[in-house]
């Protein structure tokens, strides 16, 4: 015998309007309960977070201003207020979950997971605040020095908490990461406070050495900058195939390099003029057999 199919057995029992109105009704009764109770604990919560914010600031302020007026070199500082900052924030954060009441041991699991995570996708971000540490205990080197590196060469102006930044002589800011920098080779040339200024002359194989290195010790002698200590030398360096060369020896401090530097030659060539000193160039003598 065939069964025969109802519409009723095919459509679902539908819900009346009414009963739809009611359904929606209590769980907007129940989701307004709920925001209700937890009103105040929300607003508490965004109060300590604002209030957290303006006491971090402070507090970072309060450390900056006393690491200033101490003896930590301004690398250090940079460096360490990062760091600080990064600190009272996520305390400020666990702080604020747990009054909206976050477990503990979730807050403490969330945070290693993100931790991990965080590793894992940021190796190279981890490895520049390793490097910052590195550089901040080994200090090759402090604000203000000129350093060059493999990558740049430039004035330190600070050490952040992921990057060293430095300033190019022709004003360009290089921000290096931390990593590559403590790996890297850094010459430092502020760190002894001196150095030698290393100049060459040539004259011609005509004139007097005693002559011309009695005019480059009087256009050092002019130098205000060069010390006295140790004393300045002027030796003949070379015979080179066309003239003898002149090897100029003297200490200036760091920051006075370059002004001595370009200050002496050109110095010395107005001497040279002046006191018709030639200074010949290279030269080849050709001989024809007839």
Same mark, same amino acid.
């Given at each position: 015998?065939?069964?025969?199919?109802?519409?009723?057995?095919?459509?679902?029992?539908?819900?009346?309007?009414?009963?739809?109105?009611?359904?929606?009704?209590?769980?907007?009764?129940? @989701?307004?309960? #709920? &925001?209700?109770?937890?009103?105040?604990?929300?607003?508490?919560?965004? %109060?300590?977070? !604002?209030?957290? *914010? =303006?006491?971090?600031?402070?507090?970072?302020?309060?450390?900056?201003?006393?690491?200033?007026?101490?003896?930590?070199?301004?690398?250090?500082?940079?460096?360490?207020?990062?760091?600080?900052?990064?600190?009272?924030?996520?305390?400020?954060?666990?702080?604020?979950?747990?009054?909206?009441?976050?477990?503990?041991?979730?807050?403490?699991?969330?945070?290693?997971?993100?931790?991990?995570?965080?590793?894992?996708?940021?190796?190279?971000?981890?490895?520049?605040?390793?490097?910052?540490?590195?550089?901040?205990?080994?200090?090759?080197?402090? @604000?203000?020095? #000129? &350093?060059?590196?493999?990558?740049?060469?430039?004035?330190?102006?600070? %050490?952040?908490? !992921?990057?060293? *930044? =430095?300033?190019?002589?022709?004003?360009?800011?290089?921000?290096?990461?931390?990593?590559?920098?403590?790996?890297?080779?850094?010459?430092?040339?502020?760190?002894?406070?001196?150095?030698?200024?290393?100049?060459?002359?040539?004259?011609?194989?005509?004139?007097?050495?005693?002559?011309?290195?009695?005019?480059?010790?009087?256009?050092?002698?002019?130098?205000?900058?060069?010390?006295?200590?140790?004393?300045?030398?002027?030796?003949?360096?070379?015979?080179?195939?066309?003239?003898?060369?002149?090897?100029?020896?003297?200490?200036?401090?760091?920051?006075?390099?370059?002004?001595?530097?370009?200050?002496?030659?050109?110095?010395?060539?107005?001497?040279?003029?002046?006191?018709?000193?030639?200074?010949?160039?290279?030269?080849?003598?050709?001989?024809?057999?007839?």
């Amino acid at each position: 015998m065939q069964e025969t199919t109802t519409v009723e057995s095919v459509i679902p029992d539908l819900q009346s309007p009414q009963e739809v109105i009611e359904q929606t009704t209590d769980f907007l009764s129940t @989701a307004l309960g #709920f &925001i209700k109770s937890a009103l105040p604990t929300i607003i508490f919560a965004i %109060v300590v977070f !604002l209030l957290g *914010t =303006i006491l971090v600031k402070i507090i970072c302020k309060i450390i900056g201003r006393g690491m200033n007026r101490s003896n930590i070199d301004d690398t250090a500082t940079g460096f360490l207020k990062s760091l600080i900052s990064i600190v009272l924030y996520t305390l400020l954060i666990v702080i604020v979950l747990s009054i909206l009441g976050v477990p503990m041991t979730s807050i403490v699991t969330v945070i290693g997971a993100a931790g991990l995570a965080i590793g894992l996708a940021l190796q190279n971000s981890l490895s520049n605040v390793a490097g910052g540490f590195i550089i901040l205990f080994a200090k090759p080197f402090k @604000a203000g020095d #000129f &350093i060059e590196t493999s990558d740049a060469a430039g004035t330190v102006e600070s %050490v952040n908490i !992921l990057y060293t *930044t =430095i300033v190019t002589p022709d004003n360009k800011t290089v921000y290096l990461p931390n990593g590559i920098v403590s790996n890297a080779k850094i010459i430092n040339f502020n760190e002894k406070g001196t150095r030698r200024l290393d100049l060459e002359f040539s004259i011609s194989y005509d004139e007097a050495f005693d002559r011309a290195k009695k005019i480059i010790a009087n256009e050092i002698a002019m130098q205000s900058c060069v010390k006295n200590d140790p004393v300045p030398e002027i030796v003949m360096g070379r015979h080179d195939s066309s003239a003898i060369t002149i090897f100029v020896r003297m200490w200036v401090n760091a920051e006075d390099y370059w002004a001595v530097h370009f200050s002496m030659l050109e110095n010395v060539k107005r001497a040279f003029d002046r006191e018709q000193i030639s200074i010949p160039f290279p030269q080849l003598d050709v001989h024809l057999e007839k």
